[in-house]
């Protein structure tokens, strides 16, 4: 333990035991393959589609540039849990410091709401592209869009370092076992032993303002595009734009419906045992990373397309079964040839 806190008769713990499911013990190793496995399938369909996007110079418009990009973010946050979800099943690998505990603390909050503000984008661009179509392609510019991802991050890391930068002021001295599969806000919070009514105030505060303000913003701009879309007289456009508009209104919701579902099985379901609050708790956190690049992938016709015309070309090429045969046809047709 570090140096003592403000007078605390315990010091301070500078590292932590991850337990993910305590309640399970030593059939936690069990776990190992079905989230080693969901993890796999997570990053090859996200990079799947990702290699489609890149591959294909049609595809690198802005709204399928967006896409992909909301992609790789879902592979970064699956990346930032479920390796050290892993390793926390093991006995000799649990153990994590306190800096690498607020640094995955601040890349899994990050990555959620930059997961969120890369949602409003997309909602801007499709705004833009549906209800101002001829402007489109003289507003929504390279340079506009690269601005607009920077301030989604940067709007990104200010909501989430201030809550991290609080959880890095506090004495942990409670105990040194972390109850979650990953160094989880609240779940860090439990474990101090002095004030932290601040800290819960501001976390809970960051989820409803960022979420409220995000609902508001995506759905007068979705209300727009959908009269907008209604207005199209050309029935197969109107089809289209209804159709895309779907499928980005589809991930909203599993997205904003993840994040909010967590928050709310946390604070009603306080009977549940642990190990039900951290199965809910990788339910929501995985369950866009998978959902995101089926719903692209197979709802976006020209994603679908190309991804079609790839594994087409990745298919073995199958040798003719009479193969002597048509080897011996050919031998003869080029004996008989003129001279």
């Known amino acids: 333990m570090s140096a003592w806190c403000n007078g605390s008769v315990n010091g301070s713990y500078t590292s932590f035991v991850l337990v993910g499911f305590p309640g399970l013990r030593e059939w936690r190793a069990l776990l190992v393959l079905p989230f ?3 993890y796999l399938v997570i990053l090859s369909a996200n990079a799947l589609v990702i290699h489609t996007v890149a591959a294909q110079r049609s595809l690198h418009q802005p709204m399928y540039l967006l896409i992909a990009l909301l992609l790789a973010v879902s592979v970064c946050s699956a990346t930032a849990v479920v390796p050290a979800m892993l ?12 800096p690498r505990c607020l640094l995955q603390m601040f890349c899994v909050y990050f990555l959620i709401v930059f997961d969120c503000n890369i949602l409003l984008v997309m909602a801007l661009d499709r705004y833009v592209a549906i209800c101002h179509p001829l402007r489109y392609p003289e507003v929504v510019t390279g340079r506009l869009l690269a601005g607009l991802v920077g301030v989604a991050a940067a709007r990104s890391a200010a909501i989430v370092a201030p809550v991290v930068a609080l959880a890095s002021r506090v004495c942990f001295c409670r105990s040194d076992v972390i109850r979650h599969f990953a160094c989880e806000h609240m779940a860090l919070m439990r474990l101090s032993c002095g004030d932290v009514s601040v800290n819960k105030t501001a976390g809970l505060a960051f989820r409803v303002v960022n979420r409220a303000l995000d609902l508001l913003l ?5 209300s727009r595009i959908v009269r907008a879309a209604l207005r199209i007289s050309a029935g197969r456009a109107r089809a289209k734009a209804l159709h895309t508009c779907g499928s980005h209104l589809l991930v909203v919701l599993i997205v904003y419906s993840s994040t909010l579902g967590s928050s709310l099985v946390y604070r009603l379901a306080r009977a549940a045992s642990q190990d039900v609050h ?6 929501y956190l995985l369950l866009p990373c998978l959902a995101n690049p089926v719903i692209y992938g197979a709802r976006t016709t020209e994603i679908r397309q190309h991804l079609a ?7 073995p090429r199958k040798l003719p079964t009479d193969l002597p045969r048509a080897l011996a046809a050919q031998a003869t047709a080029h004996r008989e040839l003129p001279c």
């Open 278 to 283: 951290n199965l809910l708790s990788a339910f």
């Open 36 to 38: 080693l496995g969901l």
């Open 309 to 315: 015309a790839l594994l087409r070309r990745t298919e």
């Open 87 to 98: 390793l926390s099943f093991s006995a000799r690998f649990h153990r994590v410091s306190l």
């Open 218 to 222: 995506l759905s007068a701009s979705y």
